[in-house]
């Protein structure tokens, strides 16, 4: 059984930083590793997303921000957040697929098959 545990959120004020780690245990080596976010009221959106290779997506608003990367012999995935803005509040979810997605399919919900539960990022001005 497939299963991902997030770690890291918290609050901090518009500016700081914060840094998300997920391990994936029950699965070797995901084809790709992404983080969504969903804010009160919206719907979960792609933040950020690594292949195998090292090839990275991201969604503009991040892009310059956050920085996604992933430890392959430790099969896990971090997000480096910084100069956090009251937008980038919200439950921060890591996903898990086991063949590779290319472009903005890497950054697409429905594209995964493995999801944390989520770790909750409140950014205050």
């Known amino acids: 059984q497939v299963q991902l545990v997030e770690s890291g959120g918290g609050s901090v004020q518009a500016g700081g930083s914060l840094r998300l780690s997920c391990v994936v245990s029950g699965s070797t080596y995901p084809g790709t590793m992404g983080w969504f976010r969903q804010a009160p009221g919206k719907e979960r959106e792609g933040v950020a997303a690594i292949g195998r290779d090292g090839t990275t997506t991201y969604t503009d608003s991040v892009k310059g921000r956050f920085t996604i990367s992933r430890d392959n012999a430790k099969n896990s995935v971090y997000l480096q957040m910084n100069s956090l803005k009251p937008e980038d509040t919200g439950l921060y979810y890591c996903?898990?697929?086991?063949?590779?997605?290319?472009?903005?399919?890497?950054?697409?919900?429905?594209?995964?098959?493995?999801w944390g539960r989520g770790t909750q990022v409140t950014v205050s001005s």
């Open positions: 996903a898990a697929h086991p063949f590779y997605l290319y472009g903005d399919d890497s950054i697409r919900d429905r594209s995964y098959r493995y």
